[in-house]
């Protein structure tokens, strides 16, 4: 759905004997087409017709005039994707050292000995292809000049900070932290932000889109848990846990299945600190009734 049209089209498949749902089956989305009508719209997949109650259609980043389809980040992708092919290109090129000679001989010679490819591979012959590798040259003085010539580098040419632009661009279209491309170092708060927006908004748009086309009951739903996905560290996760078991809102016992412990069967009841009481049992604390009995 991020880097396709939007769309995601799943068939709901039936079983005729018992009429339950008996498999979901994704579309290739190459074969899909959507086709407008009066009353709605149709799913055209290989040539066959659904109407919308048969399939789950998941959409992202909908079409202000027809919202019922996505149309996801192809379309401002498609630039900075040639930036990136462009660049890769560039790099294997001068990797391969292909264009770029490693050494410069001036020669003192006739210009009619140089203009030609013969005249030049002559003085080559005469003066280098002669000598046995490991041996030192030996060239007249004033005659021949060598110099070694240092080529370009990518970061001369800038590519490499180019190539971190158009990443950084891309990460935030789709609205994910650079580090995933390969950009920077991981940042745990931003990976947390990362899940509370983007990954919670896709969620909420999968787990939305299968209670109404799944479900018939009004008092069922799917959810999705965010929760499970946070970065976290096992401090933290003790932490945020003992205060949940001190104010009665967790067992011992889930706490151990956070960090993957087995459950203890002495670890089941939920305990809580003789200071927490309910708002409307303050009064009735022994302390304010003068401690007579």
Do not use: C
Not at 98 to 115: G, N, R
Not at 142 to 156: A, C, F, N, R
Not at 171 to 200: M, Q, S
């Amino acid at each position: 759905m991020l880097f396709g049209d939007g769309n995601s089209v799943v068939h709901i498949g039936v079983d005729p004997s018992t009429t339950l749902i008996s498999d979901l089956t994704p579309f290739q989305m190459q074969a899909v087409s959507f086709e407008d009508t009066d009353d709605g719209y149709l799913i055209n997949y290989n040539g066959k017709g659904y109407s919308p109650d048969e399939v789950i259609h998941f959409t992202i980043n909908p079409n202000p005039n027809y919202p019922y389809k996505g149309t996801g980040y192809r379309v401002a992708l498609q630039e900075i994707v040639k930036n990136l092919n462009l660049a890769t290109a560039t790099k294997k090129n001068f990797m391969s050292g292909k264009y770029m000679p490693s050494l410069i001989i001036s020669v003192d010679a006739m210009t009619e000995e140089l203009a030609s490819k013969e005249g030049r591979d002559n003085i080559m012959n005469k003066y280098f292809d002669e000598t046995e590798g490991g041996k030192p040259w030996i060239i007249p003085a004033d005659l021949i000049k060598v110099e070694q010539v240092k080529p370009l580098s990518l970061k001369d040419i800038a590519i490499i900070e180019g190539v971190e632009l158009d990443k950084k661009t891309v990460a935030g279209l789709i609205g994910v932290p650079a580090f995933f491309l390969g950009v920077g170092d991981f940042n745990k708060e931003e990976y947390n932000n990362f899940i509370n927006t983007r990954i919670y908004g896709m969620g909420q748009v999968i787990s939305q889109t299968l209670t109404r086309d799944l479900l018939f009951s009004p008092d069922w739903y799917f959810r999705l848990n965010p929760r499970s996905l946070y970065s976290y560290d096992l401090t933290e996760m003790v932490s945020a846990g003992v205060q949940l078991v001190d104010r009665n809102a967790m067992r011992r016992n889930e706490i151990r299945d956070w960090i993957g412990l087995d459950p203890d069967s002495e670890m089941n009841e939920l305990i809580i600190l003789e200071n927490y009481i309910p708002a409307g049992a303050i009064g009735q604390q022994s302390k304010l009734k003068g401690g007579d009995e």
